[in-house]
């Protein structure tokens, strides 16, 4: 069955870094774009970068342009997010997302999510 699994989440001091990792499995991976996305408490799920399935195409969200980066390993299945400079305002829960849209059907799948926290 599809899963994704993250890890690497924690706590780390304002500025400090974390990368955070999606292993993948149960699909073909290099067909699907994958997202980090990240939920606060209180506030709705955003999207925070994407990687398309041709690994030089990313996007990040403007609020951690210059700060976080992704990235893919299609030979290994996972996906990265490199995290610098964290603020508290990144605290949240990362997840990892898989997307495909082909012939007009979305197919979409999550993990269960990481805590990051940022905090002294």
């Known amino acids: 069955q599809v899963q994704l699994v993250e890890s690497g989440g924690g706590l780390v001091q304002p500025g400090g870094s974390l990368r955070l990792s999606c292993a993948a499995s149960?699909?073909?991976?290099?067909?699907?774009?994958m997202s980090w996305y990240r939920q606060a408490p209180g506030k709705e799920r955003e999207l925070v970068a994407t990687?398309?399935?041709?690994?030089?195409?990313?996007n990040l969200a403007d609020s951690v342009k210059g700060r976080f980066a992704i990235s893919r390993d299609n030979n290994k299945n996972t996906v990265w997010l490199q995290m610098n400079s964290l603020k508290p305002e990144d605290t949240a829960v990362y997840y990892c997302?898989?997307?495909?849209?082909?012939?007009?059907?979305?197919?979409?799948?999550w993990g269960n999510g990481t805590l990051v926290t940022v905090s002294s």
């Open positions: 149960g699909f073909t991976f290099n067909r699907y774009a």
């Open positions: 997302n898989a997307r495909r849209i082909t012939a007009g059907i979305k197919m979409d799948y």
């Open positions: 990687i398309g399935e041709v690994v030089s195409i990313t």
